[in-house]
């Protein structure tokens, strides 16, 4: 296969519904009925789900994206997880009864319970039409990160064409084996949100968690060329000048603590990611001509983010959250709506706020679309 483009979904929760915007608008840019533009597909958390629909249905990806933009828009928060009546009691019964080892360790310790998500996933995907795609040379490979919590290793379970094959390096390494609902519920087990998931003899974790590189599967499946879908705006520059505000007039909430965590681990790891690649490929192309023959090509990338700040849109909408979730965020400190809006973004799988960052992908998508053609534009010659 002479494509070695990749696509590279990040996690993010309810975020990565921004992901399906930028997606529906590539499938107006190629020609209807078309295969997959991105052989290479690497996803983590939310982002694998949305990497897996793509890959069962590589043969058309006019189709896929039209799949994906539909179960967003008609996604519900019990689709994707279900709580107690009473979240705060229950999840301290359980933290004390886990501390003196009464709970049952067969049933991993979390908040919310996401059975609902497994029955969606079953529901809208069918895993059997990855080694198809993959026979038909669609697909090169679809790569799903997750957490181990044995060793603490980031791991990437892979289905690929044959040639490629696994690794191992410093706390990741990389597993050739058959993507299932299993692998995609380990994926996106955000911890002590959700469930740790069980694959084979191990329990993981979210695979945001410990990933020292987004890109580096991609780029040990072979990928030349990166396309990136990320779902912050940080990397926009109108938000680098920005003044410190004020000091808090009290000490942070635990609901802006468990928002800056998570931004921590599904934004910040991939964009200084992304920065290192373009200084390195800066570097190389600085190079003289005799010894930049010595080392390899710079790769590619294309990067769409938000244009907006996500956690201003969740805060519109946080009143769409079921009640028992919106009194759990206000026991945690988070009732003025401000404080909460980073935690509730990673939540919030109602319609409207999922609607909201589809067409905010959709707009931001359109706005690049010269160099996002161009760059589609380079793999077909």
Avoid at 178 to 205: C, E, M, Q, R, W
Avoid at 302 to 317: D, G
Wanted: contains cysteine.
């Amino acid at each position: 296969m002479s494509n070695h483009s990749a696509l590279i979904l990040s996690g993010g929760g309810a975020r990565a519904a921004y992901q399906v915007g930028v997606l529906s608008a590539l499938g107006k840019m190629v020609a209807k009925g078309s295969p997959l533009p991105f052989p290479i597909l690497c996803g983590t958390s939310a982002g694998a789900l949305n990497a897996t629909m793509l890959a069962t249905h590589a043969d058309n990806f006019t189709k896929a994206v039209s799949t994906l933009a539909f179960v967003w828009r008609h996604l519900t928060p019990d689709q994707v997880y279900k709580m107690g009546r009473w979240p705060i009691a229950s999840s301290v019964t359980k933290t004390l009864m886990a501390l003196f080892h009464l709970h049952n360790r067969h049933n991993p310790i979390a908040l919310m319970d996401n059975t609902p998500l497994k029955q969606l996933l079953e529901s809208f995907i069918e895993f059997s039409s990855i080694n198809k795609a993959l026979n038909a040379g669609h697909l090169s490979a679809l790569a799903v990160t997750a957490m181990s919590y044995s060793t603490g290793e980031s791991t990437t379970f892979f289905e690929a064409q044959e040639h490629l094959k696994g690794w191992q390096g410093n706390r990741r390494k990389g597993i050739v084996d058959k993507i299932s609902v299993d692998h995609l519920l380990a994926s996106s087990a955000i911890p002590t949100i959700f469930p740790a998931h069980k694959v084979a003899t191990h329990y993981y974790g979210d695979g945001a968690i410990r990933q020292k590189s987004a890109i580096y599967p991609a780029l040990q499946l072979g990928a030349k060329k990166l396309f990136i879908i990320g779902v912050s705006g940080n990397r926009s520059p109108k938000k680098w000048p920005s003044k410190d505000t004020e000091a808090a007039s009290s000490a942070p909430s635990m609901a802006q603590i468990l928002g800056q965590l998570l931004n921590s681990a599904f934004i910040d790891n991939l964009e200084d990611d992304i920065r290192q690649l373009e200084i390195m490929n800066n570097l190389i192309r600085d190079l003289p001509e005799e010894k930049r023959q010595h080392h390899a090509l710079p790769t590619e990338t294309l990067i769409i983010s938000p244009s907006e700040e996500l956690n201003a849109i969740s805060e519109h909408y946080i009143h769409t959250l079921p009640k028992n979730i919106r009194i759990l965020l206000k026991a945690t400190g988070g009732s003025i709506s401000q404080n909460a809006s980073s935690a509730a973004s990673y939540l919030l799988f109602t319609p409207e706020y999922c609607r909201a960052l589809i067409e905010l992908g959709y707009k931001d998508a359109m706005w690049e679309k010269d160099r996002i053609q161009a760059f589609l534009q380079d793999d077909c010659e």
